[in-house]
T-cell receptor, first 111, second 115 residues
């Protein structure tokens, strides 16, 4: 089956720093999404980004589907950015909507 | 913004008991899902549901699990005879379209503890 690998597994930043999280996937995908799981366990959908680049405030994401990777950029990090970031993909044909998650990157932003 | 609502937020049960986890998906969504996350691990797909039937299920979703949409708003996951290894956070999710079209929206989860 498809492999979804995220790096780095853990990341510690000082508040205000920038970071890049990476998601590699081993096969073609229909759909790629980035999620933030906050310390209370909630899964917040950040981006639906099967290809191209999107920005939302301090966050942006880029997916290069032909090279099978996606990047999540966090600029000017804040303590509220702490948590686990997951990427998740849907493989073709994708008509059931099943998402396959990576193992996540645990981010800690220190004040 | 519309939300997926899950109840209860925490459920403690004895091994062998039946539990029902409840979800109210976003009202105009057509595809419904259950996922689970064992503590410290990644989120795993359990089942997808469309047009009142299961469209895909994982190996985890064995005969002890069932899903139902009993009315126009609720979506439930039943575990008939819980095991210790069923302890996990269970997330309900919904989407307007499946697969290639759109974001999946997750509820806040039900933390199930089997003693």
């Amino acid at each position: 089956g498809i492999q979804v690998e995220q790096s780095p597994p853990d990341l510690i930043l000082q508040e205000g720093a920038n970071s890049t999280l990476r998601c590699n996937f081993s096969d073609s995908v229909n759909n790629l999404q980035w999620f933030h799981q906050n310390p209370w366990g909630q899964l917040i959908n950040l981006f639906y980004i099967p290809s191209g680049t999107k920005q939302n405030g301090r966050l942006s994401a880029t997916t290069v589907a032909t090279e099978r990777y996606s990047l999540l950029y966090i600029s000017s990090s804040q303590t509220t950015d702490s948590g686990v970031y997951f990427c998740a993909v849907v493989i073709p044909p994708g008509n059931t909507g099943k998402l396959i998650f990576g193992q996540g990157t645990t981010l800690q932003v220190k004040p | 913004e519309p939300e997926v609502t899950q109840t209860p937020s925490h459920q403690v049960t004895q091994m062998g008991q039946e539990v029902i986890l409840r979800c109210v998906p976003i009202s105009n969504h057509l595809y419904f899902y259950w996922y689970r996350q064992i503590l410290g691990q990644k989120v795993e797909f359990l089942v997808s549901f469309y047009n009142n039937e299961i469209s895909e299920k994982s190996e985890i979703f064995d005969d002890q699990f069932s899903v139902e949409r009993p009315d126009g708003s609720n979506f439930t996951l039943k575990i008939r005879s819980t095991k210790l290894e069923d302890s996990a956070m269970y997330f309900c999710a919904s989407s307007v379209v499946a697969g290639g079209g759109e974001k999946l929206f997750f509820g806040s989860g039900t933390q199930l503890s089997v003693l």
